[in-house]
């Protein structure tokens, strides 16, 4: 007989054979454990006991569980959790330890469609970004950090990420290695991130540098790398200068890059390669978030709106 645990570590060097991130494999492993601690709770060990209903009540399972603070489990977290489920039966049967895969009907749950929340209008974004005071190296750095996510749109952990040599200040462009789904792209950004980018790196940078060898772009105040509790510390700072009553974290300036160029004609393709999106769906969101065309149509054609009352 074969237990299902057996299966576990071969399941873990074929993620890693497939280049997977580290953090993706242990991602999986977790999930597979708790579908594990389930089985084990009731009563089944066999690789041959795993039934299409038993993974369908698994998944019944998440819908109904409730986690740490006594809330149901997310739509998001139970689609994940099935997500690794199936890539694991998936494994089996495409390598004949399994006749058939018994969670390959099995769907996942809807998501629910919501608008990301705290996008900042233009002149928001242009207060945040002008609270540090650049006269100081710590200021500068906050300054450059704070334009080049508001110009690029790019994440919290790929400006974390960003090396010296990933950075054309002359031409405007910011290669990011390893984004999310460890994909490689290039994007532009503006010119006055470029100018910031510039003055940064040849008269800040060298005054927070320890290690030569250390090729991060932004650096901590120990000369190390950024984390990413820092950089949500310096939005949060800046933010509150500006006595903004939003709740604005690094991710909000990828929303308001989004949003805003959208209410500048940019083409929604145009926005997904910016942004590093595999599939359109995830970048439509911020076409629904765009709503000033929609009430300037609204105004104009409306029939209600031209009644003078």
């Known amino acids: 007989m074969t237990s299902l645990s057996d299966f576990k570590e071969k399941y873990q060097q074929h993620l890693t054979i497939l280049n997977y991130a580290a953090g993706t494999v242990q991602g999986h492993l977790f999930f597979l454990n708790r579908f594990f601690k389930y089985l084990s709770e009731i009563n089944i060990s ?25 809330q149901p489990n997310g739509v998001s977290y139970q689609n994940n959790n099935l997500k690794t489920v199936k890539s694991f039966f998936r494994f089996l049967a495409e390598n004949n330890y399994i006749i058939s ?20 209008s233009g002149p928001e974004a242009k207060k945040v ?59 532009p950004i503006g010119k006055i991130a470029c100018r910031y980018l510039e003055n940064y790196v040849k008269a800040v940078r060298p005054m927070l540098i320890r290690d030569p060898y250390n090729n991060h772009l932004f650096l901590s105040l120990r000369g190390g790398r950024l984390s990413k509790n820092v950089l949500w510390e310096i939005v949060k ?7 903004i009553k939003k709740n604005i974290s690094p991710h909000t300036f990828r929303h308001t890059c989004a949003t805003l160029m959208l209410r500048n004609k940019a083409n929604i393709r145009h926005i997904q390669e910016l942004l590093g999106h595999a599939s359109l ?3 439509q969101v911020y076409a629904h ?17 031209k009644d003078r009352e």
């Open 46 to 70: 066999e690789l041959a006991a795993v039934t299409k209903d038993v993974v369908s009540d698994y998944q019944a399972h998440l819908y109904e569980e409730l986690n740490k603070k006594g």
């Open 101 to 120: 895969d018994p969670s390959k009907d099995i769907a996942y749950a809807k998501k629910p469609k919501r608008l990301p929340r705290s996008i900042l």
């Open 129 to 187: 970004i002008h609270a540090p005071d650049t006269k100081s190296a710590l200021g500068y750095r906050y300054r450059t950090i704070l334009e080049v996510l508001y110009s690029s749109g790019i994440r919290r952990q790929e400006v974390i990420n960003l090396q010296l040599t990933d950075v054309d200040h002359t031409e405007g462009f910011v290669r990011i290695n390893s984004g999310k789904g460890d994909k490689d792209r290039v994007v």
């Open 237 to 243: 700072r800046c933010t509150k200068k500006t006595r």
């Open 281 to 283: 769906d995830s970048t």
């Open 289 to 305: 978030v765009s709503i000033t065309d929609l009430k300037e149509v609204h105004s104009k054609c409306h029939p209600r709106e």
